[in-house]
């Protein structure tokens, strides 16, 4: 039966402005990437979890990396070595990445808050031998650029301001690479989304997309996360599907963003 | 016998835990959590006649203790409910309660009419869903109404038939005796209070249908009151619900008057919370040298 986890902090590092890396260990996890971990203020206060993607799985533990974006998040940020903290997961599908023919070339696209996910991710792939390149678009501030440094694979960059990369958008930024790409798989803002979305339709790539919505329960039951389908989904017999359990990774052609 | 088991509407139940509707879905996701042969009953999500898609999002905020939800309602409707839920639950041994929704009358009692047959123990009739523009609680605020319609589904229905009722009333007694009237086998209270929420930064509303229905701890003391009200008001059996976060939680609506009790946003705090109460529930008869938890229904003084 699977539960809550209690996690201990390995580590927590801030790496950016409002960005911070925190490793927990949570007993042995195998995770897909694209999943994401539930982390829970164990409070009445504030009592629905946070889902975080998981950017990294090394000997150590878990690596989350994620922007301070409100009271659960900033409570995160005060964590230290040797504390406690619930987790449940990995949740979520994950990006296909076995189902991708060995002789792909892939794009891993992500812009901002989902740079993280992009490094596990690209690791992933490389692991299985398929070629990948990184798409990295930030605000203004670069973070995680050792990490992605050291897998060895091409990465473009872009920033809103031009302080990392080219100034532009990650759609400016893939023009920069040169040996085209058969599919891409994206995690970021909805406008940048809707970019790659209409980027992979006109240029006939296949594209997964990472989404994001307010969750509740996390595991597909509450169904206070949902997307719009371009078909009736099977699951919910109307045009919904659920981030947290059906998502948060889905084909761009079957979503309505 | 246990000493958790309980008789409700003439029905027995292992344990009197069951889940809060919607909170749940038909447990496929939580059964990966929770052994749901160990609780008393699983209350499905709402079932309408129809698909339903819902509200757009944002449908999920956090509020101090508590959450807004404005779901509405989504539900795939009877027949995959009938073919791919209630065959799923059919499985595990315990009560199934199945929620039903509708825009009208004649929604409800299409849905009441379908599961005629089906191997289901009670049903709970949603009269109290702040998030949907037609039925719902629009039903569920008028005495009259609810007496008219709790007496329609009696008409057709031969399971035991819960009426659940909103809190978003001046009168709460009244509605429950407007539901006794009408022939109702039981109550469960309470529902999701309205509730709103406005991002002070972006000055917007921050579900997408504005209002929302609040749950968890924040709501807890008013469920034991208004399931006090309603115990006192009528002679029916009641499922009470409304915050319940742990044993001690679900046995203070007990006291209140509660025969049982229904475990709703505490799912999503921790998706194995109905265990640990039901563990804490024995603990607590064991501790008190109760023969059986209902002895301290309405043992409030």
Redesign the interface.
């Given at each position: 039966?699977?539960?809550?986890i209690q996690a201990k902090v390995v580590s927590q590092e801030r790496i950016g402005r409002d960005i911070f890396k925190l490793t927990i260990d949570a007993g042995h996890i195998d995770a897909i990437p694209g999943q994401f971990i539930n982390l829970?203020m164990d409070d009445?206060?504030?009592?629905?979890?946070r889902p975080i993607s998981v950017c990294d799985i090394t000997d150590e533990g878990i690596v989350l990396v994620y922007r301070v974006a409100g009271i659960?998040t900033e409570s995160f940020s005060r964590l230290s070595a040797g504390d406690e903290i619930?987790a449940?997961g990995p949740l979520g599908n994950g990006f296909p990445i076995e189902d991708i023919s060995p002789n792909a070339h892939v794009l891993a696209v992500g812009g901002g808050i989902g740079i993280p996910p992009m490094l596990y991710l690209a690791r992933q792939l490389k692991s299985l031998g398929i070629a990948v390149g990184a798409v990295l678009g930030y605000r203004d501030e670069a973070f995680l650029e050792a990490e992605f440094s050291a897998l060895d694979i091409d990465i473009y960059r872009s920033s809103d301001s031009g302080a990392v990369g080219i100034r532009g958008t990650v759609i400016d930024a893939m023009a920069l690479n040169e040996k085209g790409c058969d599919m891409i798989f994206a995690c970021g803002p909805l406008p940048m989304l809707k970019a790659i979305q209409s980027y992979a339709a006109d240029n006939a790539i296949r594209a997964y997309v990472s989404l994001e919505?307010?969750?509740?329960?996390?595991?597909?039951?509450?169904?206070?996360?949902?997307?719009k389908t371009v078909d009736i989904d099977e699951?919910?017999?109307?045009?919904?599907r659920r981030v947290c359990?059906d998502g948060p990774v889905f084909d761009a052609r079957e979503v309505s963003l | 016998m246990s000493r958790l088991s309980t008789t409700f509407c003439g029905i027995s139940f292992k344990n009197p835990i069951t889940v809060a509707s919607?909170?749940?879905?038909s447990g496929r996701?939580?059964s990966?959590?929770?052994?749901l042969n160990r609780l008393g009953a699983v209350t499905t999500?709402g079932v309408a006649d129809q698909?339903?898609?819902?509200n757009p999002?944002?449908?999920?905020?956090?509020t101090?203790?508590?959450?807004l939800?404005a779901?509405g309602l989504?539900?795939?409707?009877v027949e995959?409910f009938i073919e791919r839920d209630l065959a799923f639950l059919s499985d595990f041994d315990t009560r199934i309660i199945v929620n039903v929704c509708g825009h009208s009358i004649e929604e409800y009692l299409n849905v009441v009419r379908r599961l005629e047959g089906e191997n289901i123990d009670m049903l709970e009739i949603n009269i109290s869903c702040p998030n949907v523009s037609q039925g719902g609680i629009s039903f569920g605020t008028d005495p009259a109404q609810v007496e008219l319609i709790t007496s329609r589904i009696k008409d057709e229905a031969s399971v035991p038939v819960i009426m659940k009722l909103s809190p978003n009333v001046t009168s709460i007694a009244d509605i429950a005796r407007a539901a006794e009237a009408g022939g109702a086998d039981g109550l469960s209270l309470i529902n999701t209070i309205t509730g709103m929420k406005i991002d002070t930064v972006t000055r917007k509303f921050v579900l997408a249908n504005r209002t929302g229905g609040l749950s968890?701890?924040a709501i807890h003391p008013v469920a034991v009151r208004m399931v006090y009200e309603a115990a006192n008001a009528v002679k029916l059996p009641i499922i009470g619900m409304g915050g319940v976060?742990d044993a001690s939680s679900a046995i203070e609506l007990m006291l209140a008057g509660a025969s049982m009790v229904a475990v709703g946003?505490a799912?999503?705090?921790?998706?194995?919370v109905t265990e640990k109460i039901l563990d804490g529930m024995e603990e607590y008869v064991r501790d008190n040298g109760l023969n059986n938890i209902s002895e301290i229904v309405g043992a409030a003084r």
């Open positions: 039966m699977r539960g809550l829970f009445q206060a504030h009592i629905l979890p659960g619930n449940l919505e307010r969750m509740a329960c996390g595991i597909g039951a509450c169904l206070g996360c949902v997307c699951h919910s017999g109307v045009h919904n359990a | 919607g909170t749940f879905a996701e939580y990966e959590f929770v052994d999500k698909p339903w898609s819902g999002t944002p449908r999920v905020a956090e101090p203790s508590g959450m939800n779901i989504q539900n795939p409707g995959t968890g701890p976060t946003t799912n999503f705090m921790d998706p194995g």
